[in-house]
Nanobody, 122 residues
């Protein structure tokens, strides 16, 4: 079973930057899509950024132009560089991976990390 471990969350002032990292372990050869979701209190879980097996990147509308996702297929890692952070980016960020070809809407059937808190102070 694939396992995901996130790191890099923390507290930052508005306008600042953070970098999140996620490493996959276990039978990683089955991973197709890999990326990040986030969930703020009282809100649904939203897609932040994904990278498909073909290397296609997808971003949520609210982070386009500010966040950059990078996936290292050889090392089974995915990173999220977050710039110009805003208070509305405050959330728990989850690394996620799917073994389903073409899936870009990950759900509870896919693999999720434990999450890392990102707090942006205004």
């Amino acid at each position: 079973q694939v396992q995901l471990a996130e790191s890099g969350g923390g507290l930052v002032q508005a306008g600042g930057s953070l970098r999140l990292s996620c490493v996959a372990s276990g039978p990683v050869w089955g991973i197709k899509t890999m990326g990040w979701y986030r969930q703020a209190p009282g809100r649904p879980r939203d897609m932040v950024a994904l990278v498909t097996a073909a290397g296609t990147t997808l971003y949520g509308d609210s982070v386009k132009g500010r966040f950059t996702i990078a996936r290292d297929f050889a090392r089974d890692t995915v990173a999220l560089q977050m710039n110009d952070l805003k208070s509305e980016d405050t959330a728990v960020y989850y690394c996620a991976a799917s073994e389903v070809v073409g899936r870009v809407r990950l759900d509870d059937d896919d693999t999720w990390g434990q999450g890392t808190q990102v707090t942006v102070s205004s």
